[in-house]
């Protein structure tokens, strides 16, 4: 009897939940790896179906228009009116060059133009006087020539008549030759004057754009030269250049909403929308194409540019040429 109970009992403490006794930090060691696990599986599933609806690259820049100016003629600096990092206006006075030597230059050309169109009048009336004496020597030689076939005058004044006839001609024949010589040194002259008179606007030189001056390289009294390059302009439009891979363009199509983080703002996200995908890749449009043809082969796999737009505002913000972006494209 006494055996039937111990076994009842033995039983019902088999049955009940036994403690867990083990140490506190091996319980820890338990519980935070599934907890990790749990996290990480979560990530993933996360980041697999964000990476169907969006697409990303850290290859991509800011890029805009960078205009450069140089000058068009040579000569030292007279006057310089910006500063570094300066906005300006489309049509300001940026830099003049000192314009004695230009002046000089239109008025030489103007007076010989000046001299020409002189001697022109004096070619056109030497032009009509040798037609007159050449219409009076015709004159005279027909008179003559039905003379001598008549036997009135001698074959001596008939000689006489043919000599004056073709001096006359002669004579003709080279004022009109220097007629039209002076013409087209007239012709030549104008085309100076108007040279000269180009070179000499372009000794102002105006902002060709709205924008901001920068790396700028000359100082007042520097000599320049034709096509020396001493500063930029910067205009305000930017937009991006992102170079994605050729795997992630499957979806992608002009239109697509982007969100954008540069790094200089890096808790701010700007708006875009993509713009275009260029039609060959970033390295068939460099200077030097790979020749897959030649030697060994390695697959790599391609970038494609895609040129981004910002649709928000970012004339508040100091975003320049060159900065890092993250670009982010709703493809789905």
């Known amino acids: 009897m006494n055996n039937k109970k111990t076994e009842e009992l033995t039983n019902k403490k088999d049955m009940q939940p036994r403690e867990d006794t083990r140490p506190e930090y091996l319980k820890k060691r338990v519980l935070v790896p599934c907890i990790t696990g749990v996290i990480f599986l979560i990530c993933g599933i996360f980041y697999a179906i964000h990476n169907v609806y969006y697409k990303t690259t850290d290859d991509a820049f800011v890029e805009g228009h960078i205009i450069s100016i ?44 000046e001299e020409a169109k002189a001697s022109l009048v004096n070619a056109k009336n030497q032009v009509e006087s040798t037609l007159s004496d050449l219409d009076f020597a015709k004159n005279d030689y027909q008179r003559y020539l039905k003379m001598h076939q008549k036997g009135i005058c001698s074959k001596q004044d008939y000689e006489a008549s043919l000599n004056k006839l073709t001096v006359a001609q002669s004579a003709s024949n080279g004022a009109k030759a220097r007629f039209d010589e002076i013409q087209s040194s007239i012709k030549r002259l104008e085309a100076e004057v108007e040279q000269d008179s180009l070179n000499l606007s372009y000794t102002k030189i105006y902002a060709p754009s709205d924008g901001k001056i920068t790396n700028r390289s000359v100082e007042q009294g520097n000599y320049v030269q034709t096509a020396q390059p001493m500063f930029a302009i910067v205009p305000e439009k930017m937009w991006i250049v992102a170079n994605f891979k050729e795997t992630q363009l499957a979806n992608m199509k002009p239109g697509q909403s982007v969100r954008i983080k540069i790094d200089t703002y890096g808790g701010k996200k700007f708006r875009g929308k993509v713009d275009s995908i260029q039609r060959s890749t970033g390295a068939k449009a460099s200077l030097f194409p790979p020749e897959n043809a030649v030697g060994s082969y390695v697959k790599i796999v391609q970038r494609v540019p895609v040129k981004i737009i910002f649709t928000d505002d970012i004339s508040g913000y100091n975003i320049v040429p060159g900065m890092s972006v993250v670009p982010e494209v709703k493809v789905k």
């Open 70 to 113: 140089a000058p068009r003629v040579s000569g030292p600096v007279l006057n310089l009116n910006i500063e570094d990092n300066q906005d300006v206006k489309k049509g300001d006075l940026l830099l003049e060059i000192d314009a004695a030597d230009y002046i000089a230059k239109l008025k030489e050309t103007k007076a010989k133009l």
